[in-house]
């Protein structure tokens, strides 16, 4: 079966690509579920936590309602008037349209986000689908692109790059580099362990001489993700391009956002950009760069 359908991929690009489309489509409109209610999931998480371990300093009801939530349920709902979604309002990209961006309720606006995500996922599925063709390494990849998608949105929105994406997908890029996929698993190896400890190594670096922290945990283990699946030779143009179009961002929003040089801003986004660059194009990228200082 699965021969079946590699076969009628390969004979026709046409049907391949529009599968990828529409699937990456779908996979977008989860995705909006995923960056809304995941944070949501971590805040209830930490407050029960908090909550047991404080057991006897705590009063006995809770101080603010925190109702546990999934990535399925409670049922997706307007959150003006809470009309429940029906599934044909739920149609990616599509049903925004028909809806002219409205709920069919209440008429209040739909955040233009939704389809904003839905249609870059798309987009960038149809370039991993292009850049590798039908093979077992654009499947891995186009699943790795979503989960680049989530974290970046989920750190815009609240400076989070949150592990339970991170490291299952950390162990991903190792386990699928046993055979060599798309580097040797030694060089898989030492670039997770050097992702993690350059950016490690820069932390403590800055917060010894500063007293602050430069920037969070998960970078750390974004950086080590990356290693996992692409080895450590092109780690340093990562964080070289990173560093540089995060410091191009921040000294524009510091020059006409007027943006305080003390107010953090998230690292994440900037690395999962690069990072998601490198792994298609970073060889011939890094050697244009060598050339060039050469």
């Known amino acids: 079966m699965l021969e079946n359908v590699i076969a009628t991929f390969e004979q026709v690009p046409a049907f391949y690509y529009g599968s990828i489309v529409v699937f990456s489509l779908l996979v977008g409109s989860f995705l909006n579920v995923v960056i809304h209610r995941l944070p949501k999931m971590m805040e209830y998480g930490w407050y029960q936590e908090c909550r047991e371990f404080l057991s006897d300093e705590v009063p006995k009801e809770p101080t603010r309602d925190l109702t546990p939530i999934t990535l399925s349920k409670p049922n997706s709902t307007c959150p003006k008037c809470g009309h429940a979604i029906k599934f044909y309002e739920n149609i990616p990209v599509l049903s925004w349209l028909l809806l002219k961006g409205k709920c069919s309720s209440c008429k209040n606006p739909i955040a233009k986000r939704y389809p904003i995500i839905e249609l870059i996922t798309a987009v960038m599925g149809f370039i991993v689908a292009s850049h590798y063709g039908v093979t077992w390494t654009a499947f ?17 929105d609240h400076m989070l790059l949150p592990d339970q994406i991170t490291l299952p997908f950390l162990w991903l890029g190792l386990l699928i580099n046993l055979n060599g996929l798309i580097v040797p698993i030694d060089d898989a190896v030492i670039g997770a362990v050097a992702g993690y400890l350059s ?3 820069v932390f403590w670096l800055f917060k010894i001489l500063t007293g602050k922290e430069g920037m969070g945990h998960g970078d ?18 990562l964080i070289l391009m990173a560093s540089l179009v995060g410091a ?6 510091m020059v006409f956002k007027n943006h305080q040089r003390d107010q953090a801003i998230p690292f994440g986004p900037y690395l999962a950009v690069a990072g998601w660059i490198c792994l298609l194009w970073g060889a011939p990228i890094w050697q244009w760069y060598l050339s060039q200082l050469g």
């Open 199 to 201: 950016l490690f190594s």
């Open 140 to 156: 891995w990849v186009l699943f790795l692109t979503f989960a680049l998608i989530a974290l970046t949105v989920i750190d815009l």
């Open 248 to 253: 191009i961002v921040g000294i524009s929003l």
């Open 220 to 237: 750390f283990k974004l950086v080590a993700l990356f290693g996992a699946w692409m080895g450590w030779q092109l780690l340093p143009l």
